[in-house]
């Protein structure tokens, strides 16, 4: 996981992430990275699964939900 999370270091911000409601995109796309499917994508190369496959996008709400 953080060898894989500090491999990204550079990469563009996903504005589609922010403006994603609406569009059909896959989150772990590893081209560019928001927030939250960054953080989330790390715990997933690490090992962890906390959402469902398939998912379009990820907020940070989801995320909050998650940890709370």
């Not at 992430?17 to 690490?46: M, P, T, Y």
Request: charged residues 20%.
């Amino acid at each position: 996981g953080i060898n894989w999370a500090r491999s990204q270091i550079g990469k563009p911000y996903d504005y589609m992430g922010a403006l994603g409601i609406g569009f059909h995109r896959q989150w772990n796309s590893d081209k560019s990275w928001w927030c939250s499917e960054l953080v989330e994508a790390a715990i997933l190369k690490a090992g962890r699964q906390r959402f469902r496959s398939g998912m379009e996008r990820l907020t940070p709400q989801h995320v909050y939900m998650v940890n709370n």
